[in-house]
């Protein structure tokens, strides 16, 4: 699920040689963008929760890579613009996220899991960013259609925000439990 994040951070960091223009200017324009988005993400996280940051900044980050197809020079780096400022915003979110989400016993292995994932994604972007020459349409496809398939899947994890960290298995366990606890009666 982690993977599409990056997937698409990478896609259009890599893809970006692409993009009309001096290729240092749109690579400092990009870098950039990145700065008003990790600011606002941690806004939003306060207001309205990580999980809810985390699924609007990728649905709209996975829509910027889909509007990319089309060739329109304009259109095109504005749209890398906006989906660099959510990728950006998608990179605090998600290590904060993940070292939330895992007990105390296990929190350093998953957020080196995930640290590991992104690199994953960082090896095969320059492929897909290579991609482009053959087929201007794939790439796009995919990265956007993954981090839509991404999002859907973040509907089952639980929110963390405001919540005490687990420090076991078993409290880990109960943030995923849906059912009511039995001391209630519903």
């Not at 699924?55 to 890579?65: D, E, K, Q, R, Y």
């Not at 959510?86 to 296990?106: C, D, F, N, R």
């Not at 973040?154 to 929110?159: A, G, K, T």
């Amino acid at each position: 699920g982690i993977n599409a994040e990056y997937g698409v951070y990478y896609m259009l960091w890599f893809s970006a040689k692409n993009l009309a223009g001096s290729i240092y200017v749109n690579a400092a324009v990009l870098g950039a963008a990145e700065l008003p988005g990790r600011v606002a993400a941690f806004l939003f996280m306060e207001k309205v929760g990580r999980k809810a940051t985390f699924m609007l900044s990728l649905s709209f980050a996975s829509i910027c890579v889909l509007i990319s197809i089309y060739d329109n020079t304009t259109s095109r780096k504005v749209m890398y613009g906006f989906g660099k400022a959510l990728a950006g915003a998608l990179w605090a979110v998600i290590y904060l996220y993940s070292s939330e989400m895992y007990p105390t016993k296990i929190r350093n292995l998953g957020s080196g899991i995930g640290s590991a994932s992104a690199r994953i994604a960082a090896l095969i972007a320059p492929f897909i960013g290579d991609a482009l020459v053959t087929s201007p349409i794939i790439p796009y496809v995919v990265v956007g259609v993954a981090g839509f398939l991404c999002t859907a899947t973040f509907f089952y994890v639980p929110e963390t925000g405001g919540k005490d960290l687990p420090q076991t298995l078993a409290e880990f366990d109960k943030l995923f439990d849906k059912k009511p606890p039995s001391d209630v009666k519903a």
